[in-house]
């Protein structure tokens, strides 16, 4: 008996979850199109103006919802709802799914490039919301912002089923995507080329940490191999990207608007929803005044009426969810990084995400979904909220340097270098150490590898190709 109710329990909040994790993934305008879409869609949702909704009335309206379900048999749900619902229902019926188009059209984004590749898939609904899940959380130059374990714990999802649609996933077109490092991307790159047989596929393989500190000739030695072999393997891994989706995909196909506000009101920062020009929705007025109507319904109608009266629930306690959570974990942000944002980002000091998911008593995957794609507008401008967490780095003075500040200096140099003569990783660390940070080569090559920066016998230029690059310019 026990077993058969937490199996009931189980089936009863997993489509909750999954709508609580889809909302808390998407950015502020794919939120207002997913409620429009959404109005569309369930006739016991409607829009109404914000001064419309006092707290009196919210508590009186739940206090009747809460009574509702048992009188459901005694509603005229055909009468009230009219012949275009009735319409809506018998088309939901023949073809299963809403398909109704959404309000608005954006651009295609790498998040809606491999959704779409996913609906092509022969899934079952289990294995598609994993699927949707995974690519909800692929950034914009095509990698996976989390674990494979995290996916798992999140969703409580069978781990062989899991891993088996990630690596569907990075099949997916662009060639390297979903990818959790830059040697995986290469090496799906180089397997999509048909070139997994190949020294170039070997190389990667074993040798992507050490070719900044090898020359040819060496790896050539070491593989036991000719140098004009190595040679144009090399020439191959050049063709590859470091970012399988970056120049393809633009992450501003969606107008980057902040989720959230932070602003100083007196000696405290205050945070709140940037949510003017998103719907406010509710359940239909007029469905408290049908409960206590007799009913001549269908049982058919019945059915349908208590399924969208369920995902109207679903959703409502999705969106506030998200709201709450979101405003949680930025005044936790703000509480941690407060000289960030009285002085600006110089101030901005270590932070991780391990750090603000014990604050607030949230798991860390919940506070990565906050973080990702989600942009907040602060005194010193518009951030990503994910901009905020990043590791430290001793300097010479026992002072704490943050991790993205480090990646700048390491980006500055690489951007400055000279293409005829890219500089090293330990020429990179011996210039960090000039400038008061204590670290090591090591370090700098995994800094590198997370920017998705080749090594620097990978970024070399021919003088040809500088000197063309530069008339182009002047030209």
Known sequence: MKLGLQVKLKQTLAP???QSLRMLQMPLLRLEQTLRQELVTNPLLEEVEPSLG???????????????????????WEDYLGDDVGYKFRVEKERGE???EPFFVFEKTLYDHLLEQLNYQKLSQEEFDIGEYIIGNIDENGYLSCSIEEIINTLKSNPKTTKKILSLIQSFDPPGVGARDLKESLLFQLTEKDLRDTLAYKIVKNYL???????????????????????KAMEVIRSLSPKPAYGRFTPGALPVIPDLVVEKVGDDFVVYHNDKNVPRLTINPAYRKLVKKDSKSTPETKEYIKKKLEQARWFLNALNQRRTTMIKVMEAIVEEQRNFFEKGPKELKPLIMDDIAAKVEMNVATISRVAND??????????E???????GVQKQNG???SKRNVKSLIEKFVKEENPLSPLSDQQVCDMLIKEGINIARRTVTKYREELRILPARFRKRVKEECETENLSRNS
């Open 98 to 100: 809403d398909k109704t």
């Open 374 to 383: 989600k942009y907040v507008q602060t005194p010193q401008g518009i951030f």
């Open 385 to 391: 909220i994910k901009y905020f967490f990043n590791k």
């Open 54 to 76: 006092t707290d009196e009335e919210e508590k009186a309206f739940s206090e009747e919802e809460a009574q509702i379900d048992p009188r459901l048999s005694k509603i005229d």
């Open 399 to 401: 002072e704490e340097l």
């Open 209 to 231: 940490s050490e070719l900044d500190k090898k020359s040819i000739s060496q790896l050539a030695k070491i593989m036991g191999v000719e140098f004009t072999q190595v040679q």
């Open 16 to 18: 909750q979850l999954i």
